[in-house]
């Protein structure tokens, strides 16, 4: 198999709530041998970044659904959050994109057990690391935010949310390439809703290729 690395950027606050429980990676409807990832609380689980994006391209008309979100083909992981709005002290209204603390060392884990396992990636961990700082470093500082700390927004059940602006990184492995560059273009042009299913609490997001 191959793997594919995508930095995606939500517009919008979503939240995750409950849902952040579960397994750590799916492969089309099932679990399989995929190298465990640790889960961290504001991170998107990848049975509901396979559900989100299964849902778009569904009402897009997407000719490979079946082979695509079967089983057995291709495999998604979690979106690891990566980097988030905030200010670098406690108070002023003038927020920027903070780095999360452990993401680059996560990052190389990962990438090292994929190597390690069955899923053989085409692609070079420095490649892809440099790609992300480029992306975030292009990203601009968010201002005349209301004096918070980061994630102290809550949704209507009090939950703390992730806000807009924040990026996150996922995988997802795939065995055929025709059909992958057919999701590739999918998850490129279109615009995807992740979080909870209760309405206002979805947050709208953009994808790019980092691979």
Excluded at 34 to 49: C, H, N, Q
Excluded at 87 to 112: C, H, R, V
Aim: some cysteine; hydrophobic content about 35%.
């Amino acid at each position: 198999m191959k793997t594919a690395v995508y930095f995606m950027r939500c517009l919008t606050d979503l939240t995750m709530g409950d849902e952040t429980l579960g397994i750590n990676s799916v492969m089309g409807e099932g679990e399989e041998n995929i190298p465990d990832e640790l889960l961290g609380e504001f991170d998107i689980p990848p049975l509901i970044m396979m559900r989100e994006i299964r849902r778009t391209l569904d009402e897009k008309a997407f000719p490979y659904m079946d082979y695509v979100f079967g089983g057995g083909h291709f495999a998604f992981h979690k979106g690891r959050l990566i980097a988030s709005p905030g200010s670098p002290e406690d108070e002023g209204d003038e927020w920027m994109i903070l780095n999360e603390d452990g993401w680059e060392e996560e990052f190389e884990t990962m990438m090292n057990d994929l190597w390690s396992s069955q899923v053989q990636p085409d692609i070079s961990p420095n490649g892809v690391y440099n790609k992300i700082r480029t992306e975030l470093e292009a990203l601009p500082i968010v201002r005349k935010r209301k004096r918070k700390r980061r994630r102290e927004v809550l949704n209507a059940a009090n939950q703390p949310a992730i806000p807009a602006d924040s990026c996150f990184i996922f995988f997802i492995n795939y065995d055929d390439q025709e059909k992958f560059e057919a999701l590739d273009r999918m998850l490129r042009q279109e615009t995807f809703e992740i979080g909870t299913d209760l309405g206002n609490d979805r947050g709208t997001c953009k994808i790019i290729n980092i691979s």
